[in-house]
């Protein structure tokens, strides 16, 4: 009788999750950028369940050109103000849009990503002082368009065969280790990047299982020949008061990302 009423008790959960992960939907393919990252954490929260939404989203091939995206720095941004949210990835075209979120839930690397915007041009750009200018002045125009087509049909295929293969046993913490113990400098950064600042949940990670099961990865990590993975596990070591892990828990700290953070479950 235990037995029966645990998986009665799982399978409403899992069915419940469903509407709620779909009526965010509507708002992650939404023009306004505020509506979209919000979304878009909220389609993380929602873990597992996510996944299937994410990976249908990925056959829309719509242009939603997104508005109201303040300092963002993304191929689509018209300019550059020296400072913003770094997102490489097409948001402007859905099934670009969905593969970020799907990486970011993930941390795979299917493909999404632009590769055109990088860091360290940015930074130059602020060396230089080259501030309120176009972004196309900063990162140039790599695009081809033919080539971006083909390598993002390439992006699709991949993360489709990962969702057959993976997707009914797949489990966030899981991933979370495995992109640390990948050899993908993306897969890597994503990871510590999460670790660092990330507020959406993980289940599983806490400051024990971090010590036991994550920390290791990230000492190795400190050590890479890659030198922003290098510095980005130092700075995750240096934090010994844990605010990694507040990010993930305070719902002040949360509220930005997640406007009901701090309302009763």
């Not at 069915?15 to 023009?31: H, L, N």
């Not at 125009?141 to 295929?157: F, G, I, P, S």
């Not at 280790?177 to 050899?183: D, E």
């Not at 010994?240 to 828990?249: A, G, I, L, Q």
Request: hydrophobic residues 40%; neutral net charge; contains cysteine.
């Amino acid at each position: 009788m235990t037995a029966l009423v645990m998986t009665l008790a799982v399978h409403v959960e899992a069915s419940d999750a469903q509407p709620r992960i779909a009526a965010v939907e509507e708002r992650f393919i939404a023009p306004e950028w505020e509506r979209v990252y919000q979304a878009e954490f909220k389609l993380e929260a929602g873990g597992a369940a996510s996944l299937p939404v994410l990976v249908r989203l990925l056959d829309r091939a719509e242009i939603v050109r997104l508005e109201n995206t303040a300092d963002l720095i993304y191929p689509g941004a018209k300019m550059f103000y020296g400072h913003g949210w770094l997102v490489d990835y097409d948001l402007d075209c859905l099934s670009a849009r969905a593969g970020w979120a799907l990486e970011e839930l993930t941390f795979e690397n299917f493909g999404f990503s632009e590769g055109i915007i990088r860091e360290a041009d940015l930074l130059e750009a602020v060396k230089q002082g080259r501030r309120d200018t176009a972004l196309t002045n900063v990162v140039g125009t790599n695009l081809n368009e033919k080539n971006c087509a083909q390598r993002h049909a390439e992006a699709v295929a991949r993360a489709k065969s990962w969702f057959r293969v993976n997707g009914a046993k797949w489990s966030r913490f899981d991933a979370l280790k495995a992109a640390l113990n990948s050899s993908d400098p993306l897969r890597q950064m994503k990871a510590l990047n999460w670790l660092r600042f990330g507020v959406t949940p993980c289940p599983g990670v806490s400051v024990q299982t971090y010590d036991k099961a994550i920390r290791p990865q990230v000492v190795r990590l400190a050590s890479s020949d890659n030198e922003s993975i290098r510095q980005q596990a130092k700075l995750l070591l240096d934090d010994r008061e844990h605010y990694w892990f507040k990010y993930k828990t305070d719902p002040k700290l949360r509220k930005w990302a997640d406007p009901d953070a701090d309302k009763p479950q």
